[in-house]
């Protein structure tokens, strides 16, 4: 059982940028690999970042490739996602969530969700 709590998300302008964490509860926390994905108004949940249990496997989706970066401390339980450059287009519900196994960029295959975090980018 993995509980994930996400915060760094609110309002910034296009260009600015961003760190969300994620903290997870846990004792078991660096055998999860992590994901990122995100939900904008009327719009499906899609993926955004993956990384591996040992951060040495790491997957974007092509709209943010070169903008944001993921990465995880397993020591401090934690798991972040650096985006910058933010877009309009960025805006959406932030997700954290957490699977047993290898990063994967598909949703149903993560069992563990976070609440979400709002970032809003304004042009």
């Known amino acids: 059982q993995v509980d994930l709590v996400e915060s760094g998300g609110g309002l910034v302008q296009a260009g600015d940028s961003l760190r969300l964490s994620c903290a997870a509860s846990g004792r078991t926390f660096n055998t999860y690999a992590m994901g990122w994905f995100r939900q904008a108004p009327g719009k499906e949940r899609e993926f955004v970042a993956s990384?591996?249990?040992?951060?040495?496997?790491?997957y974007y989706a092509d709209s943010v490739k070169g903008r944001f970066t993921i990465s995880r401390g397993n020591a401090e339980n934690s798991a972040n996602l650096q985006m910058n450059s933010l877009k309009p287009d960025d805006t959406a519900v932030y997700y954290c969530?957490?699977?047993?196994?290898?990063?994967?960029?598909?949703?149903?295959?993560?069992?563990?969700w976070g609440q979400g975090t709002q970032v809003t980018v304004s042009s």
């Open positions: 969530a957490a699977r047993y196994g290898g990063p994967s960029i598909d949703r149903p295959l993560y069992a563990y």
């Open positions: 990384i591996s249990y040992a951060g040495d496997l790491t």
